[in-house]
């Protein structure tokens, strides 16, 4: 199970549209001088507030700073630490049960007592709800039990050496079970009740009211709550209301001239610009199945054709950086072999590679790829692609960019319609194996008739490799970090060699902030973190 941002992003051409058009549109019952309150522009709505259920990054940005979860990560780190466990799990031999130290003296917004048992009962419910994000846990955990009035235990179906990372997603936080019932799809969309550092106090369609928890067992927040402002997809009604005053921190989600422009003013001293290396990647996803893309020869020779430097510049605004492996560079284990392997806008390898595959001017090989729209920078991808084999190959390949409405798009990306689409992936949890598992498992399915049923077969490569599955569940299994980042260079060379994605880029977040504000932060799951910020 996936979770894809819909974020509406426009063309170079709106920058001057964007730049005088529309109001800022601001409640006047909402005011950025409420003393010591905060108000945070998005143009995000969430879905749900319901943790077994929010799979959006608009959801889970709330629901992160509404709540605690067993471990954590600090703003700039991808190392895991304890939250409302004290301790890192201890780990049976057999790598199969998980025992936590679980903290005391927290309580809930509800004042309700948090131990161990109101834990158990929190993953149970994430578990048997049967929400969006249920399979991060479903997959792979057999009990959760309170051993002890502050011990944790889990057991798993078998090894997976990520748990704790896991655990760290926003949804499997700790909720009030005076608040909350178990039952297949019985959610509570419109409501919240953790142990975070705020309480929701309003939640409307176009704003979000958080107040600070006044019996919050950690630090308390530097502000007394924040005001989200929500100019529901509305990119250029934040993007003013920030310019003029109306909202003190402007995040997720401005189009990329936006952005550009924010940035420039920050550079004049009007406002800040805070720039953070993100973890979010984007792939051009090649299916195997289909022709001429059946020939690794061709899924080669589109490797050797992307130029991500130009990309980045051309249709990012330098607002990412070049991708080389399926991992992001924020892995240690990241190897940038696609680099090695084919470099950039390789022509004469491209050449080399199609002519190889059969492929002249005179029989081009035809590719469409396919993107959502709404995404400008996928649909200018797509376009750049095709311009640029077409000034470059003199007819030897043809790519015929296409699109869809989201809920199409990836109701169908399964089904083997599409030949190739552009990609954009959300880490779940900052482990390797979130960026590889879901991309290239396949426990059912053949090397001559691809994925029947498995992660490649939903995210529409149908890839399938045996030994891809054999090294999937070694880096699964294996604790040891230097026999884990070997496992996951055996992993990126296969990739290398097979080609069932491209990886394009990995993004910067850009957050703008009025100028006396501090604190601005967010973490490595791309969340800006609202306890920290003050004025």
């Known amino acids: 199970m996936n979770?894809?941002?819909?974020?509406?992003?426009?063309?170079?051409?709106?920058?001057?549209?964007?730049?005088?058009?529309?109001?800022?549109?601001?409640?006047n019952s909402i005011a950025s001088s409420d003393e010591g309150r905060i108000t945070v522009g998005t143009t995000q709505k969430p879905r749900t507030l319901d943790p077994a259920d929010a799979y959006e990054l608009r959801s889970i940005a709330l629901i992160r700073n509404l709540s605690d979860r067993l471990y954590t990560y600090d703003p700039?780190?991808?190392?895991?630490?304890?939250?409302?466990?004290?301790?890192?799990?201890?780990?049976?031999?057999d790598g199969l049960t998980y025992t936590m130290p679980i903290r005391q003296g927290v309580v809930f917004h509800d004042g309700t007592p948090f131990n161990a048992a109101a834990m158990a009962f929190s993953l149970q419910r994430f578990i048997q709800n049967k929400g969006k994000p249920s399979s991060l846990l479903s997959d792979r955990i057999a009990t959760v039990t309170a051993t002890g009035t502050y011990e944790l235990t889990i057991k798993l179906k078998k090894p997976f050496s990520a748990l704790a990372s896991v655990l760290a997603f926003p949804g499997t936080c700790a909720v009030s079970p005076k608040a909350y019932k178990i039952g297949k799809n019985v959610f509570e969309a419109n409501t919240f009740v953790g142990t975070g550092p705020y309480k929701l106090t309003e939640y409307g369609t176009d704003r979000v009211k958080l107040t600070a928890f006044d019996r919050y067992w950690g630090a308390k927040p530097l502000n007394r709550g924040v005001n989200l402002q929500i100019f529901n997809n509305n990119s250029a009604n934040l993007y003013n209301s920030f310019r003029t005053g109306a909202v003190d921190v402007a995040f997720q989600a401005l189009e990329p001239d936006q952005v550009k422009s924010l940035d420039e003013g920050a550079k004049a001293g009007k406002w800040q610009s805070i720039e953070i290396d993100g973890s979010v990647t984007s792939y051009l996803i090649?299916?195997?199945?289909?022709?001429?893309?059946?020939?690794?020869?061709?899924?080669?020779?589109?490797?050797?054709?992307?130029?991500?430097?130009?990309?980045?510049?051309?249709v990012l605004y330098g607002q990412g950086n070049p991708l080389y492996s399926i991992l992001p560079s924020t892995f240690s284990v990241s190897q940038p072999g696609f680099k090695a392997a084919y470099g950039d806008g390789n022509i004469p390898k491209v050449q080399q590679l199609l002519t190889q595959a059969g492929f002249s001017p005179q029989h081009p090989a035809k590719i469409q790829i396919w993107y959502p729209s709404g995404s400008t920078p996928r649909r200018l991808t797509a376009g750049f692609l095709r311009a640029y084999a077409k000034q470059k190959l003199g007819g030897m390949l043809e790519i015929e960019p296409n699109t869809i409405e989201s809920a199409s798009f990836f109701k169908y990306a399964s089904k083997n319609i599409y030949p190739a689409t552009l990609q954009d992936w959300y880490p779940d949890f900052l482990d390797p194996d979130n960026f590889v598992q879901p991309f290239l498992e396949c426990p059912k399915g053949s090397a001559a008739r691809g994925c029947e049923e498995g992660s490649s077969q939903s995210q529409g490569s149908f890839y399938y490799s045996d030994r891809m599955n054999q090294l999937i569940a070694a880096q699964g299994k294996e604790a040891d970090p230097a026999k884990r980042k070997q496992i996951y260079a055996d992993i990126q060379t296969q990739?290398?060699?097979?080609?069932?994605?491209?990886?394009?880029?990995?993004?910067?977040?850009?957050?703008?902030?009025?100028k006396g504000m501090s604190g601005i932060k967010i973490d490595p799951l791309q969340n800006l973190l609202y306890s920290q910020m003050k004025k």
Request: hydrophobic content about 45%; aromatic content about 4%; some cysteine.
């Open 3 to 27: 979770r894809w941002p819909h974020l509406g992003l426009v063309s170079i051409a709106l920058l001057l549209v964007t730049g005088c058009s529309g109001s800022n549109n601001l409640p």
């Open 495 to 514: 990739i290398q060699q097979d080609v069932p994605l491209i990886p394009l880029w990995q993004t910067k977040d850009f957050v703008f902030a009025k």
């Open 76 to 93: 700039g780190s991808t190392e895991l630490k304890p939250q409302l466990a004290t301790a890192l799990p201890t780990v049976s031999a």
């Open 286 to 314: 090649l299916n195997v199945l289909q022709k001429p893309l059946d020939n690794p020869l061709v899924r080669q020779a589109l490797a050797a054709l992307v130029d991500r430097p130009t990309i980045n510049e051309r």
